[in-house]
C-alpha cells in the first residue's frame, strides 16, 4: 500500500490566490514526521514546513501552513496568496517513529505540480 | 554559502564507465544520505551515513558505492554504469540520524546532479 499519497498530478491556481495540495498518508505507527518539500524547475529540493504526529496546532511558515487532519491521516499543504514563484513540484513526505534501535527512511509521495498564472 | 552542495552538477557519461559524484554539507550535521529521483519524480532513498557508519542501505545494485571519509562528506561511486542509471541523485543531511528520537528531524537537500548514460 502507497505510504503517502498525493492526488492531484497537476493543479493550476492564479496568483494572488490560495490552493491547498493534498497529501494523505498511511501508518499505524503512532509517532511520525510529515513534511512538504518545493521543487522548482532548477531542480533543488527546498524544504518548506514540519508536523509532528503529536503537535496540537497546525503547523505555518509565513505563507505556507499545513492543514493537519489526523483522524483523516491528511496533511493538506496550503499556501495563501500565491505568486508566480511558487510555480513547482510539491512533495509530500513522511517519516515514522518505528522501533527502537531501527533507522526510519523519509518516503515521498509522487508529488504534485502546481502552475501559478498571472 | 551553500548548506550541501553536490558536484557535478551535470554528469553525461557512456554506458559501461564508472564516476563518482561528491557531497558536501556544511551545516555540522551528522546524518548523510544518497536519494535517486527517476523520470517520473518519483524520489526514493538509497543510502544513509551517520558519522562515517552506512545505517540505511537499500536494496541498491552493489555497483553503487557510498564512501563518507568524513561526516560532512558523502561521495557516490558508481561502477559499470547502466541506461537506468540516468536520474536525478540528491544528497541530503540531517542533524541527527532517522531514529524514533528524532523523527522530527529535516532533512536538507543538495541542488542535485543529472546523470545522463548514454
Redesign the interface.
Known amino acids: 500500500a502507497q505510504k503517502i499519497t498525493q492526488t492531484q498530478p497537476g493543479m493550476f491556481v492564479q496568483e494572488k490566490e490560495a490552493v491547498t495540495l493534498d497529501c494523505t498518508y498511511d501508518t499505524s505507527d503512532p ?3 510529515l ?1 512538504w ?1 518545493k ?1 522548482p524547475s ?6 518548506l514546513i ?1 508536523q ?1 504526529s503529536y503537535d496540537q496546532q497546525n503547523a505555518t511558515e509565513g505563507r505556507y501552513s499545513l492543514n493537519f487532519q489526523k483522524a483523516r491521516k491528511s496533511a493538506n499543504l496550503v499556501i495563501s496568496a500565491s505568486q508566480l514563484g511558487d510555480s513547482a ?1 510539491y ?1 509530500c513526505a513522511m ?12 518516503i ?1 509521495g ?2 504534485t505540480r502546481l502552475a501559478v498564472h498571472p | 554559502d551553500t548548506a550541501v552542495s553536490q558536484t557535478p552538477k551535470y554528469l553525461v557519461t557512456q554506458m559501461g564507465n564508472d564516476k563518482s559524484i561528491k557531497c558536501e554539507q556544511n551545516l555540522g550535521h551528522d546524518t548523510m544520505y544518497w536519494y535517486k529521483q527517476d523520470s517520473k519524480k518519483f524520489l526514493k532513498i538509497m543510502f544513509s551515513y551517520n558519522n562515517k557508519e552506512l545505517i540505511i542501505n537499500e536494496t541498491v545494485p552493489n555497483r553503487f558505492s557510498p564512501k563518507s571519509p568524513d561526516k560532512a562528506h558523502l561521495n557516490l561511486h558508481i561502477n559499470s554504469l547502466e541506461l537506468g542509471d540516468s536520474a536525478v541523485y540528491f544528497c541530503a543531511s540531517s542533524q541527527s540520524p532517522p531514529v524514533a528520537a528524532f523523527s522530527t528531524d529535516t532533512q536538507y537537500f543538495g541542488p542535485g546532479t543529472r546523470l545522463t548514460v548514454l
Not at chain 1, 532548477?42 to 524544504?47: A, D, H
Not at chain 1, 517519516?95 to 527512511?105: F, I, Q
Open positions: 509517532s511520525y514526521g513534511f518539500y521543487q532548477s531542480g533543488e529540493m527546498i524544504f514540519y509532528g513540484m512533495f517519516r515514522e517513529g518505528g522501533v527502537a534501535g531501527g533507522y526510519n527512511k523519509l515521498f509522487a508529488g
